[in-house]
């Protein structure tokens, strides 16, 4: 589908990217900060499809803090303004006092029947919009009930659609989307157009019909957007299960559009590797996604994994390329898309989800016994944001407890903080490496707004390189370290 390759290379990881090719040029951007080791073996490449050009990893330097932008201000909300005519008295007259009062009565009961009539419809306006806002995550049925795939491709195909992205240069990236509402809300990733300055969308469904959508929200962390098709209605919604029902070794079947926007979804086959693997592919966070050996091929992005009851449990998002590697890919779990959906259409952010606010290196049980320390994490950096900023505790101190149970892996403590909301308090046991002393400090967690690689900069209006520059620093400074919260 495309002839432009992204390279991710931490040391040993290299992420891979095809896309369509845009006539703007190559993208500079600043590198961001990850692990001092490894995650991946060498060459391995992490295929995003179709929009990330750049993304490069450096060891953590505690002694440069990056810091986000502050939150863009909210819209001021339009109240509507009602105009009312000047009152006039009448001339009392001294008979008719019963047609008089038999009027004021009737009026009043105008009135009273005209606001809970409006009431009533307000109501009901609200209630639908919260149901297009909302779904539930359906229950896994019964072992017996389940199809083949020839009828998981049927009754999922209508609720998949294609998308393209484009802009006054032509068509940047092809992708997917998963139908959330029959009013048209679309889910897909927030990578499919991370390289197109002022991106427009064009949405194919499986009937044929070509809509525009307009873009609603989208989240880098998650790597999660919402679309909006114009004038769309009846269309039908995926049934979306629950991924936490989910099991490795479980056959599940990805929809997509690999071979274009406009042309029909395939189906391929595979089995759940893994139901919760901690990785960070389109920011600096790590986050929690399926693995899957099922292939997702460039233009799957935005796709839908799903169990053999045709019910969507994942919105696929990357695979890693190598030659050690094979059928390794990643899909977004519907219990996290559920959240930071409704979410993203209500407040157009991840309203609420919090963060600890440092940089970190993970002492392991091995460090541990190497360099005769406690199991951690080792503090590399502190966002003067943080709570943590003023209790005394300083760089390289190792976090070792959190609310009392000890810290083996990062996994430990960012799933903790995963089930947290901003505002929060943490209890944790600071090590400090200076003093050989160990100290207990309360922590309020911050709101992680994140951001989105969404550009609305008109690409005409600044040079390509300077629009893609800056959206990259932008996109950048919305996640404050690389490796934890």
Do not use: W
Not at 119 to 135: E, I, P, R, S
């Amino acid at each position: 589908m495309s002839d432009n390759n992204f390279n991710f290379d931490n040391e040993n990881l290299e992420f891979s990217l095809d896309k369509k090719e845009d006539n703007t040029e190559e993208n500079t951007s600043e590198p961001c900060v990850a692990r001092e080791e490894p995650i991946f073996e060498k060459d391995n490449e992490l295929e995003i499809d179709p929009a990330i050009e750049s993304i490069t990893m450096e060891e953590v330097n505690p002694t440069k803090t990056p810091f986000s932008s502050p939150a863009e201000e909210p819209l001021t909300p339009v109240m509507p303004f009602i105009e009312t005519a000047d009152y006039i008295p009448l001339e009392p007259k001294q008979k008719k006092h019963g047609i008089k009062v038999f009027a004021v009565l009737l009026a009043l009961l105008v009135i009273i029947s005209g606001c809970l009539t409006g009431g009533y419809l307000l109501g009901n306006y609200d209630k639908t919009a919260a149901k297009q806002d909302k779904v539930d995550l359906a229950s896994k049925p019964e072992p017996d009930e389940a199809k083949s795939v020839s009828q998981i491709y049927k009754d999922v195909n209508p609720s998949i659609v294609g998308i393209y992205v484009y802009n006054s240069k032509g068509i940047v990236s092809s992708a997917t989307g998963v139908i959330y509402s029959e009013d048209g809300f679309v889910v897909t990733n927030d990578h499919i157009y991370s390289s197109a300055a002022s991106p427009k969308f064009k949405v194919y469904t499986s009937e044929g019909k070509m809509y525009d959508a307009a873009f609603v929200a989208g989240d880098t962390r998650s790597d999660l957007a919402v679309l909006k098709m114009a004038n769309a209605s009846g269309l039908k919604p995926a049934v979306f299960g629950d991924s936490n029902q989910l099991a490795i070794g479980e056959t599940v079947v990805a929809v997509g559009r690999p071979n274009g926007a406009n042309e029909k979804a395939i189906a391929s086959q595979g089995v759940i590797s893994d139901t919760a693997i901690r990785t960070s592919i389109t920011s600096s966070y790590t986050s929690l996604y399926i693995q899957t050996d099922t292939a997702i091929n460039p233009g799957s992005s935005g796709g839908a994994l799903c169990n053999l009851y045709g019910q969507v449990i994942g919105i696929t998002s990357a695979k890693i390329v190598g030659e050690q590697y094979e059928g390794v890919g990643f899909a977004i779990p519907t219990t996290i898309m559920k959240k930071n959906v409704e979410l993203l259409i209500k407040h157009k952010y991840v309203k609420g989800r919090a963060k600890l606010g440092i940089s970190y290196q993970e002492i392991d049980a091995l460090s541990a016994e190497i360099n005769n320390s406690p199991t951690g994490l080792m503090i590399a950096s502190i966002d003067q944001s943080s709570d943590l900023y003023d209790k005394s505790v300083e760089i390289n101190d190792i976090i070792t407890k959190v609310n009392g149970q000890n810290i083996g892996t990062s996994e430990d403590i960012l799933d903790v903080i995963d089930q947290k909301n901003a505002g929060d308090i943490l209890n944790l046991t600071i090590y400090s490496t200076k003093k050989k002393i160990s100290f207990e400090v309360s922590v309020r967690l911050l709101e992680d707004e994140g951001g989105s690689s969404y550009n609305k900069t008109d690409s005409n209006s600044t040079s390509s390189d300077d629009t893609s520059s800056n959206a990259d620093e932008y996109n950048k400074s919305e996640f404050d370290f690389p490796i934890g919260e």
